[in-house]
């Protein structure tokens, strides 16, 4: 596989946005699974990466406590195979009255400066957005849209971006999108929002190997998609845990 993630590519050390965290009790192979991934990642010489679990009314299982509990374990495991990653784990949280709730209590897996991953609904504006934005800001979190590439009321509303951007939004693009797992409205739009120099940061949005082969084999191979991440100058460099 190419070094997606070199130096000489997209300059990135931290991937921000992948599902690779395994569940408590889960099938040993998907462990396995997660571990392969980590080991490319480490292969493309990433050395921090973060889990981002979904965390969401509509599943229930995933509570903070879960997924620190299942963190603990993976790191563990993380060791035992002599995989020089730092993993963080922090929450996908999407937009909904749960979210809401635990703003009121501060309780957020976020990134380092309070940063935190916010998923919205793909084809309808949530109502209560606006309102979820403004709370997140007056405790001091900076929250980052994922994915705006999907977000079909979102990705062509340049307004709504700027407003958006002007109340402290990061966008994060998912390079998955782009390389044609959800259709070519989604990579058309990626496109433009590359374009328009809509993103802040970057991630896989990966689950697993055949994913990240997919990104490499639909990214890296167009020289016109390397040259438009590299012109991005994404900012995960300030995720990254080398030095800690
Ligand atoms: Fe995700």
């Known amino acids: 596989m190419n070094n997606l993630?070199?130096?000489n590519k997209i300059n990135i050390d931290t991937e921000m946005h992948c599902h690779i965290l395994p569940a408590v009790g889960c099938d040993p192979e998907?462990?396995?699974?997660?571990?392969?991934?980590?080991?490319?990642?480490?292969?493309y010489g990433v050395n921090t990466v973060y889990a981002t679990p979904h965390v969401r009314l509509a599943?229930?299982?995933?509570?903070?406590?879960?997924i620190l509990k299942r963190a603990e374990i993976f790191k563990k495991q993380i060791a035992e195979?002599?995989?020089?990653?730092?993993?963080e784990v922090v929450a996908e949280y999407y937009v909904d009255e749960g979210l809401s709730s635990l703003i009121d209590n501060e309780n957020l897996l976020t990134y380092p400066?309070?940063?935190?991953?916010?998923?919205?609904?793909?084809?309808?504006?949530p109502a209560g957005l606006d309102d979820i934005i403004k709370k997140l800001c007056a405790k001091a979190y900076k929250p980052i849209i994922a994915h705006p590439e999907l977000h079909h009321y979102l990705r062509y509303d340049w307004k709504m971006i700027a407003d958006l951007k002007?109340?402290?939004?990061?966008?994060?693009?998912?390079?998955?999108?782009?390389?044609g797992y959800f259709g070519d409205d989604v990579i058309v739009a990626a496109e433009n929002l590359l374009r328009s120099k809509?993103?802040?940061?970057?991630?896989?949005?990966?689950?697993s190997r055949a994913q990240l082969q997919l990104i490499d084999k639909q990214i890296l191979q167009k020289?016109?998609?390397?040259?438009?991440?590299?012109?991005?100058?994404?900012?995960?460099?300030?995720?990254s845990q080398k030095d800690n």
């Open 198 to 207: 809509t993103y802040d940061l970057v991630g896989t949005g990966a689950h």
């Open 81 to 87: 195979n002599k995989i020089k990653i730092k993993l």
């Open 30 to 43: 998907f462990t396995n699974q997660a571990l392969d991934v980590l080991a490319i990642f480490q292969s």
């Open 5 to 7: 993630f070199s130096r």
């Open 223 to 239: 020289k016109d998609y390397v040259k438009l991440l590299r012109n991005a100058n994404f900012k995960n460099k300030i995720f």
């Open 113 to 125: 400066q309070s940063h935190v991953l916010i998923e919205l609904p793909m084809r309808v504006k």
């Open 166 to 179: 002007s109340q402290g939004c990061l966008f994060q693009i998912n390079l998955i999108n782009m390389a």
């Open 59 to 66: 599943r229930p299982s995933n509570t903070h406590e879960s």
